[in-house]
T-cell receptor, first 121, second 111 residues
């Protein structure tokens, strides 16, 4: 159980284009999902918290107009990188919050998707 | 600032030995603790979670939590070359479900 998928797994695009990444919880409902990015040999950096039916909460320093997040259902969150530039090239990983007791609280566990490797030329 | 610290390694152990990975955290209000394994180029996968002081065992893995010392560790018994990866410690604090990640410890199990 607790499987999270991401699509696409890899994308190469030209500078200036927009890229959409989908994150799905396959066997559970997730009111909350998270988006991270990871540069080589570094730890995960939280970009934003995605809440179903409401606006995402962005971490300090993350441009909300550049990284658009939509959490339209309990199983799907999308991250759109708008007007991508080479410096946006990174490994983007989503996670979905799965409560162990059906309620949301400190004991909830994040399950990670397989990640999307974005390369902007 | 709330911090989670791990030794970056690499920690090298021979095959069959016990690997001991350590993590300290600064926020005494921390409530939930997680260990993830991340292979190069892949996303993190959950190994164990622990919420109460003491030991928690799952197969070859044992997590140990000492809230008084603000310390959580992961022991891997009978280490295998396939255990070679980066191990991430993650902590949540009261009132939030965001993780604070350590920088990870790179483990090498030598055949």
């Amino acid at each position: 159980g607790a499987v999270v998928s991401q699509h696409p797994s890899r994308v190469i695009c030209k500078s200036g284009t927009s890229v959409k990444i989908e994150c799905r919880s396959l066997d559970f409902q997730a009111t909350t999902m998270f988006w991270y990015r990871q540069f080589p040999k570094q730890s995960l950096m939280l970009m934003a918290t995605s809440n179903e039916g409401s606006k995402a909460t962005y971490e300090q320093g993350v441009e909300k107009d550049k990284f658009l997040i939509n959490h339209a259902s309990l199983t799907l969150s999308t991250l759109t990188v708008t007007s991508a530039h080479p410096e946006d090239s990174s490994f983007y990983i989503c996670s979905a919050l799965s409560g162990t007791s059906g309620r949301r609280g400190a004991e909830d566990t994040q399950y990670f998707g397989p990640g999307t490797r974005l390369t902007v030329l | 600032q709330k911090e989670v610290e791990q030794n970056s390694g690499p920690l090298s152990v021979p095959e069959g030995a016990i690997a001991s990975l350590n993590c300290t955290y600064s926020d005494r209000g921390s409530q939930s603790f997680f260990w993830y394994r991340q292979y190069s180029g892949k996303s993190p996968e959950l190994i164990m979670s622990i919420y109460s002081n003491g030991d928690k065992e799952d197969g070859r893995f044992t997590a140990q939590l000492n809230k008084a010392s603000q310390y959580v560790s992961l022991l891997i018994r009978d280490s295998q070359p396939s255990d070679s990866a980066t191990y991430l410690c993650a902590v949540t604090t009261s009132g939030t479900y965001k993780y604070i990640f350590g920088t990870g410890t790179r483990l090498k199990v030598l055949a």
